[in-house]
């Protein structure tokens, strides 16, 4: 069986350079900034460099119109994120968190257990798999924070976490930055 080809291209934006990747179909799977925790770990080989496949133009235009301040639909894009069945799901429920707001890993959580059929999930389950999310930005989970509104854990970095949610218009009046973060 022949190994799956991945590719990769450099966007630069407004935090810094990112790095776009795909499959040899062409979907999305991975969005990392430089830096970042867990940068490509869910890529298994080799990524080709390649700045000219159809699919990067329309992830950077996406990329270009989020960083002006529209609101660019996820649907838009093919995406193709690596990870188990949780993971997976934890990352569709990151889509569905309207641009502008945020949500908490308990609320995450609940969701979960409900589906799940039970009582109760670990908040720290959902992050882990929340910062384990490969295509960061355009699957915001950017958009999480803690209960208590700590801005806590993410793989990008506090700072980064700030910038994106500053962008999208999120009243900061009650979050803020823990002493300690496992985020970088």
Same mark, same amino acid.
């Given at each position: 069986?022949?190994?799956?080809?991945? $590719?990769?291209?450099?966007?630069?934006?407004?935090?810094?350079?990112?790095?776009? !990747?795909?499959?040899?179909?062409?979907?999305?799977?991975?969005?990392?900034?430089?830096? #970042?925790?867990? $940068?490509?770990?869910?890529?298994?080989?080799?990524?080709?460099?390649?700045?000219?496949?159809?699919?990067?133009?329309?992830?950077?235009?996406?990329?270009?119109?989020?960083?002006?301040?529209?609101?660019?639909?996820?649907? %838009?894009?093919?995406? !193709?994120?690596?990870?188990?069945?949780?993971?997976?799901?934890?990352? #569709?429920?990151?889509?569905?968190?309207?641009?502008?707001?945020?949500?908490?890993?308990?609320? *995450?959580?609940?969701?979960?257990?409900? %589906?799940?059929?039970?009582?109760?999930?670990?908040? #720290? !389950?959902?992050?882990?798999?929340?910062?384990?999310?490969?295509?960061?930005?355009?699957?915001?989970?950017?958009? /999480? /924070?803690?209960?208590?509104?700590?801005?806590?854990?993410?793989?990008?970095? *506090?700072?980064?976490?700030?910038?994106?949610?500053?962008?999208?218009? /999120?009243?900061?009046?009650?979050?803020?930055?823990?002493?300690?973060?496992?985020?970088?």
């Amino acid at each position: 069986m022949k190994d799956k080809s991945y $590719f990769k291209t450099i966007y630069n934006s407004p935090i810094g350079s990112i790095t776009l !990747a795909c499959d040899e179909k062409e979907n999305i799977v991975g969005l990392w900034m430089e830096g #970042q925790k867990y $940068f490509g770990d869910t890529i298994d080989s080799e990524m080709i460099e390649n700045h000219n496949l159809e699919i990067f133009k329309k992830a950077k235009n996406w990329l270009d119109r989020y960083f002006r301040g529209e609101k660019p639909e996820i649907s %838009e894009l093919p995406l !193709a994120p690596i990870g188990n069945s949780f993971r997976q799901r934890v990352w #569709q429920i990151l889509c569905e968190i309207p641009y502008g707001e945020v949500t908490t890993y308990g609320d *995450i959580a609940k969701i979960i257990a409900k %589906e799940k059929g039970k009582v109760k999930m670990s908040a #720290q !389950a959902i992050g882990g798999a929340v910062g384990h999310n490969p295509i960061s930005i355009i699957i915001p989970c950017h958009r /999480v /924070v803690s209960s208590n509104g700590s801005l806590t854990g993410y793989s990008g970095g *506090i700072k980064t976490k700030i910038k994106l949610i500053k962008h999208e218009g /999120v009243n900061m009046d009650k979050l803020f930055i823990p002493k300690h973060s496992t985020a970088p």
